[in-house]
């Protein structure tokens, strides 16, 4: 009842008798009722409405850094399939336990394991012995205790070793090169990360009997950066590694002179010293280990409607204690989760993925897809990336999710984040999801900085900003929010 409505008609009471009432209301006693109406009436106006999940981001307890923080405090790194994996699985599932999410489970998988050893290597001759700052690719083979000495076969890129005959690579140690720059979306590191993710493997073919690469990075410190490489079947494979920016610039400028120099002559010119490298990787391969996958949910009120998948990794590479690779990921995406379940339930399920083993072969992201890529998601989501601040968000969604669209870019707009032009791709651990049709919304983050610090030593709590972390964190709850309320029209 309005208040000027419930005024009246206490006015129109005033005078009635009702039974053996024999006097009416006091004036005085109705007019203070009056007032006490109105008075209720404009507080209940004024009460603003419960904060949504974005506003209790930008305010109390950093959840994401607390994650990251303990993560990389308490565990450090977590190595694929080994114990220090297994270790940060239990905790994961006792945080996300104390947390109050619901159906906290680990989802195992077997998975075959390698680990690093001895990492040595020298440019021999023709000028004094210099060390080089090495350290292997995952899936590496090893020289052995003693090592391997060999000449190098010197590529500016990896399209020059596809393209180069068999007798330039044969019994040499490949040497690819290549020229990385930083780029806010990372754009280069699908084209120069092709030496790293298969330049081993084109090697091996050709007869080649190790390969380094410039890491790829696009620092200037002396911190090579690991990575996985790839041997086809039935190919066998050959010791792998990456030397730092320093290094590679120092073993370039070595090659360039050597070839100035004369070591006989022919009758079509001369040929030149060779540039020498001896090389010490011991790397092992374990044999078939378990690793898994962390679950966890904030359970819609709708059970029938599909739910949102928000993901991240929970190992890291074993050089530095893999804070923006990637326990910034997880605290970001497991603080919007978080966020959104204490603003109010919402009506789609939220499900959370800490996927195991992704560095060495998105083992985690193919045992999801494995177990539940049948079931129906609403919309796939991830985080990894680094920590640093979200600036565009990207669309793969159906054409019935239009307005969906635009209300999730004006959502992230007064936090500084545009609109993109191309398409989500969703990310490694979801991506077969995204792959098999699923919907997705991928919020970019800035990656200026990123390859700096990707898998090297340097992947420590330190670099990451905790203003920029928190940023993340409001985004993602934004637009968390508004999907998991989304309308089974707007997406399946």
């Not at 001759?125 to 995952?138: C, E, H, M, N």
């Not at 990787?281 to 280990?289: F, I, V, Y």
């Not at 679950?295 to 530095?320: F, K, M, N, Q, Y």
Request: overall charge negative; charged content about 20%.
């Amino acid at each position: 009842m309005g208040a000027r409505l419930a005024i009246g008609a206490c006015a129109g009471e005033a005078y009635r008798y009702d039974g053996d009432m024999t006097a009416s209301l006091p004036l005085a006693r109705l007019a203070g009722f009056a007032t006490l109406l109105l008075a209720t009436a404009s507080a209940s106006a004024s009460i603003p409405p419960p904060p949504g999940a974005a506003e209790l981001a930008q305010r109390g307890e950093d959840i994401a850094w607390a994650i990251t923080e303990d993560l990389t405090t308490e565990i450090g790194p977590r190595m694929a399939g080994t114990e220090s994996e297994a270790a940060a699985r239990r905790w994961a599932v006792a945080r996300l336990q104390a947390m109050g999410f619901a159906n906290v489970r680990e989802e195992q998988f077997d998975m075959p394991v390698w680990v690093r050893g001895d990492e040595q290597a020298w440019l021999t001759s023709p000028f004094l012995p210099q060390k080089l700052a090495i350290t292997a690719l995952g899936t590496s083979a090893s020289t052995g205790p003693k090592g391997i000495e060999g000449d190098i076969a010197y590529f500016e890129s990896f399209d020059a070793l596809v393209a180069a005959p068999e007798h330039l690579v044969k019994g040499k140690i490949v040497f690819i090169d290549h020229q990385m720059a930083p780029a806010q979306d990372g754009s280069g590191y699908g084209a120069y990360g092709r030496g790293r993710f298969v330049g081993a493997n084109i090697a091996a073919k050709k007869g080649a009997i190790a390969t380094v690469i410039r890491a790829i990075g696009t620092d200037d410190h002396r911190n090579p950066h690991t990575g996985g490489t790839n041997f086809e079947a039935g190919v066998k494979p050959i010791p792998a590694g990456a030397i730092s920016n320093p290094d590679a610039d120092q073993l370039v400028r070595q090659w360039k002179r050597a070839q100035q120099m004369r070591k006989t002559e022919t009758a079509l010119g001369y040929v030149a010293e060779p540039l020498r490298m001896k090389l010490v990787l011991t790397p092992q391969n374990l044999g078939t280990k378990h690793s898994g996958n962390v679950i966890a949910e904030v359970p819609g009120s709708d059970p029938a409607a599909s739910p949102v998948i928000i993901a991240c990794h929970l190992d890291s590479w074993d050089l530095g204690t893999g804070a923006i690779d990637d326990a910034a990921g997880c605290g970001i995406v497991t603080a919007a989760a978080k966020h959104v379940m204490s603003a109010g339930q919402p009506r789609r399920t939220i499900r959370i993925l800490w996927a195991g083993a992704e560095e060495v072969g998105v083992f985690g992201g193919k045992a999801y897809f494995e177990k539940h890529g049948t079931e129906k998601h609403a919309v796939a989501l991830e985080s990894d990336f680094g920590a640093d601040r979200v600036w565009r968000i990207d669309f793969k969604l159906p054409d019935s999710a239009k307005g969906l669209a635009d209300r999730l870019a004006a959502a992230v707009a007064p936090f500084g984040v545009v609109r993109g032009k191309q398409p989500a791709n969703g990310g490694a651990d979801i991506g077969a999801l995204v792959q098999a049709g699923v919907p997705a919304v991928d919020l970019a983050q800035d990656g200026t900085r990123y390859f700096d610090i990707h898998h090297t030593p340097d992947d420590t709590l330190d670099k990451i900003d905790p203003a920029q972390l928190r940023q993340n964190v409001v985004v993602w709850s934004a637009v968390l929010a508004i999907l998991a309320d989304s309308e089974e029209s707007e997406l399946p």
